[in-house]
């Protein structure tokens, strides 16, 4: 019987682990609605800011900002956001494995490779390499912008000083429960892009004056474009986490029941081999 005594162990064991993955399935799908929640109501800052900044840029067209103007790249930067905790399945390999493809480009042509790091699982992964890191840091589930930014903020003083001349941002985009996909794409210098309503713009007076209010805008417009990113980053996080889990509980259910069929057919073998041996031994004292 001690065969089925250890798969008896096996199936409370498994049974014991169902429930904490269900738990923690549950609580990634909480996290997630939230995320989503800060998720959508961050977009219509950022949506406005860069409709605004685009209005600005097309009806001065000949003002450059330092942000604006493309260099000769020598050093490039990446902002690389990732999970503080695994069980999220191939979230941040995915992302780590693209953006090595894009290192190898650089490291072809002797470009130097800036990085900051924000999350567990990326500075865990990064410091393996020999690369520049010029920040590393955890943020919480719940970021403040000022958190972000504080990390953000190192690489950009590079780019001021022009020790970076191209920053990038590195993230999983967010597009619903079951979609994410890793993004990789250019946050200094900024491309603004033509609009649909170009056409339509009205001439604006502007106080104190046009270059103020353009330098005023552009440094918050990149600190959104980075808190975006990372909470798009998050929305990721606890929605692969909740299908990793529910993948858990899925495959420990057909595992139990695997068990207990193999169980069930070890205990009747059990009972056929001692029924055979009492009526052989019957047989004896006959």
């Keep these: 019987m001690s065969n089925t ?5 096996k199936i409370i064991s498994i049974n014991n682990i169902q429930n904490i993955t269900k ?10 609605q939230k995320s989503k929640n800060l998720l959508q109501s961050t977009r219509p800052y950022f949506e406005q800011i860069s409709r605004i900044l685009q209005r600005l840029k097309m009806q001065n067209i000949q003002f450059d900002h330092p942000y604006l103007v493309k260099r000769e790249i020598k050093h490039v930067g990446y902002i690389i956001i990732s999970t503080n905790r695994g069980l999220t399945g191939g979230l941040n390999i995915n992302l780590f494995r693209k953006i090595l493809y894009g290192f190898e480009k650089y490291q072809k042509e002797n470009i130097r490779i800036k ?26 589930d719940t970021p403040k912008i000022s958190e972000i930014i504080s990390s953000v903020k190192i ?3 590079h780019y001021d000083i022009r020790s970076v001349d191209k920053i990038y941002i590195a993230y999983n985009k967010f597009i619903n429960t079951m979609t994410y996909i890793p993004k990789i794409k250019v946050i200094l210098p900024l491309n603004l892009k033509k609009q649909e309503y170009e056409s339509k713009l009205v001439n604006y007076l502007y106080e104190p004056d046009f ?3 353009l330098h005023a805008i552009l440094p918050r417009y990149i600190e959104s474009m980075v808190y975006q990113s990372y909470i798009e980053n998050l929305s990721s996080e606890q929605s692969a986490r909740m299908i990793a889990m529910k993948s858990a509980t899925d495959n420990s259910k057909n595992l139990i029941k695997e068990l207990n069929i193999l169980y069930n057919k070890t205990r009747q073998a059990n009972i056929t081999q001692e029924l055979i041996e009492i009526i052989s031994g019957s047989n004896l004292t006959d």
């Excluded at 924000?118 to 890191?133: E, V």
Aim: no cysteine.
């Design 211 to 213: 270059k103020s209010i």
């Design 115 to 140: 990085l900051v790091l924000i999350g567990s699982k990326a500075i865990s992964f990064f410091n393996l390499f020999k690369k520049d890191i010029i920040s590393q840091n955890s943020i919480s």
């Design 5 to 9: 005594s250890d798969i008896r162990q």
């Design 155 to 157: 690489i950009i003083d």
């Design 23 to 32: 738990a923690m399935e549950k609580i990634s799908a909480s996290k997630m």
